[in-house]
């Protein structure tokens, strides 16, 4: 990502974590970032960076995943620099030799023999670092001296509403960042951008912003004009009303007839007589029933 990226997102899940962030940032503690690859460890780890007495000094990242004992050892003296903040990206890929490395320079940074007395320690995984305990592929005196305060970050699907509040403001950044003109997106493309799992999470979605921004810049940006297996993966299956049972609660009739609307239009990119089939309807009646529910095309 190499727009100037700022931590975005008002679900409740994520502000626990934005929280975390601020109450942990002007301290020195270790911080174990965990959560799904593209999640936005990385992100947020420069935020804690930037928001400490460190903000001034290097913010150093040291990639573990796929990285040899040797070279390891060697990034680690050379990668590091007094005041700075070291983020240990993906420590749950390192090998049990290289864990002791590391282990071995925490050791000797906490007692002032690598002369690196004075840094800030982040660590981030995707992997659960409990199951490579249970497992024995992780040191569990590595594990302690990292698992001091812990963050997880939670998958992009399970934050509702940030997924647009991100859409728009990658896709404004983006644009800036190229030079480029905007696109729009339809109400069609952002129900299909809400249904979506994300799999990449935050990382998948820049991505996704800045092909439109290159390819469809000024223009408004239709399903068919996104990735294939977008439009597969959001295209969620409409059941029939057999066999359904009505909540003890109740339910809003009114919000469930346009929901199912927006959901047959995302399914079939915006085809009104697609539509109308799928919900067994006439076409004039779906039409009518889009005014009905001020359903933008």
Sequence with gaps: MNTQERVLGSAPEFL????????????????????????GKELLAREIHLASRRSGNPFVIVN????????????LITAASPGATLFLDGVGDLSLDAQAKLLHFLESMESGRSGYADLRIIASSS????????????????????????IELPPLRERGDD??????????????????????????VRNLIKQYTWP?????????????????????????????????????????????????KGIDLLAMEGDMIRQAIGMVGGNRSKA?????????TLLYRIQKHAIEM
């Design 200 to 248: 990449g999470n935050v990382r998948e979605l820049h991505n996704f912003c800045e092909q439109m921004v290159i390819l469809m810049a000024g223009n408004i940006v239709q399903p068919e004009n996104m990735p294939l297996e977008i439009r597969r993966k959001s295209e969620r299956q409409v059941t029939g009303v057999a066999g359904f049972v009505l909540p003890e």
């Design 163 to 188: 997924v647009i509040l991100m859409l728009k403001q990658f896709t404004a950044d983006l644009a800036r960042h190229h030079g480029r003109k905007a696109p729009r997106y339809s109400v069609t």
């Design 276 to 284: 109308a089939r799928l919900l067994g309807l006439s076409r004039d």
């Design 16 to 39: 626990r974590v934005v929280h975390a962030a601020r109450m942990v940032a002007p301290t020195d503690a270790p911080v174990l970032m965990m959560g799904e690859p593209g999640a």
């Design 127 to 150: 992997r659960s670092l409990t199951s490579l305990l249970d497992t024995g592929a992780f040191r569990e005196d590595l594990f302690y001296r990292l698992h001091v305060v812990p």
């Design 64 to 75: 573990c995943a796929g990285i040899s004992d040797s070279q390891l050892a060697d990034e």
